[in-house]
């Protein structure tokens, strides 16, 4: 599991680091900290010179310096890439630079060039490799000047970049990208991942990200799930486990005018392993889905979750529908129409909420751009408001849940996931979850994640039904290897 640290949260760490060494981050000549920084960023750019210059020694590179402590990373990794024979050109991109690590370059060997020099430089094609330590963590969104010349060239020109903590014109904090930011191949950060570095589109622009141990003790503001953590809470089958065990979830989904919903919300739950799944929703909907899944029940009875709202539309009892369905006291997961029918007051923990940007924007009566701006923000208004589970679903998706701070983030699908349908097939992947037992938290971390491994296992345009399709072998590969 990777943990990811706000801005705040890495500087209070810094903090009580420089004090526990009794240092100082306006040291001229480089903390410990900015030394153990360096190092780290000195072997990655090194492993990459390998694959595009075939090594150290004759590889040429470009660091643009700013004038902050992430500009002092880049100048000492360069000191250090030139003592091993890499040559190095200096650009100062602002009028001040880290006076201890432009001195160390500059006795290292390393040369400083104009603007001009370093324009022609990338365009030439006479650089291997260019080091972003224009702006670090305390930077704003967006480059201008200079910076952002610079960074259109790296663009035109294809060159390899490795950003320092972050590529310059991104905000530490959040998931924008602004049109003038570098574009990095490799990002090496500093003692805990950003939110950048794991939030779309920014991620995207991280390129690769390398996380260095700089011996920080950092707070979590999140944390992203891998396979493992998947693996570890997917329900496995004994061999006395009958269908209730293993889980019954009831689908009222869909409706005449939107059978499909229905049909893919009954995809996830049978792929994702549900012990039964039992249709109540629409007649026209019942047929399509009892058509294409034989194994599901077309009777009311005993469910351990639900799940609601997938391809309603208009109806009349969708508030009393929704109702019932929190007060039960069951595992609930209210998705697209049943979302704009919420009871008012806390629905508790056990209800799960699986609203795309539009959607929770409409919840919070915000613009859709202000949730996408701050998806973390929005997600825990969300949770705030309505004291329910909250799973954001997008390019990057989020879970909250009332009473806890740390949010989750599961792991990351292939764009090629973004179309129509995803968002019922992952309703009844996440119900099927909980009526196996897990808590919503859980399940809508493992529920998304799962449907992300099954589309990177087929990428392409492949419809939703097909990567439904894919869960049981992905299933089945997790828990073999946990």
Known sequence: MELVSSIAQVLTAEEAAFAALGESAD?????????????????VVGRELRLVAGGHYGASVLVLAGSGNNGGDALHAAARLARRGVGVRLRRTGSGVHAGGWQAALDAGAREVDADEAMALIDRGRVDLVIDGILG????????GEPAELARACRRCGVTVVAADLPSGLDADRPGVADD????????????????HVSEPAASACGRVELVDIGLEVDALAEC???DEVAAVWPVPGPTSDKYARGVVGLDTGSRHYTGAAVLGAAGAVHAGAGMVRFTGADRAADEVIARFPNVVRANGRVQALVL??????????????????ASGLGVVLDADALSHLPTGPLGARVLLTPHAGELARMLRLDR???EADPVAAVREAVRRTGATVLLKGATQYVAVPERDRIGIAVPGPAWTGQAGSGDVLAGICGALL?????PYDAALAGASVQALAAAERPG?????????RVPAVVHALVADS
């Open 137 to 144: 963590i305390g930077g704003r969104p967006g480059l201008s």
């Open 181 to 196: 930011a570098f574009r990095a191949t490799v990002t090496v950060t500093f003692g805990a991942r950003k939110p950048c």
């Open 435 to 439: 009526a196996a037992g897990l808590d």
């Open 309 to 326: 709202g997938s391809g309603w539309g208009e109806r009349v009892d969708a508030a009393e529908t929704v109702a019932g369905a929190v």
């Open 225 to 227: 799930w891998g396979p």
């Open 27 to 43: 040291d001229p000549r480089g903390s410990t900290l900015m030394q153990r920084a360096a190092a780290g960023l000195a072997a």
């Open 369 to 371: 751009t202000e949730v």
């Open 461 to 469: 345009p492949h419809p939703p039904q097909e990567i439904a399709a």
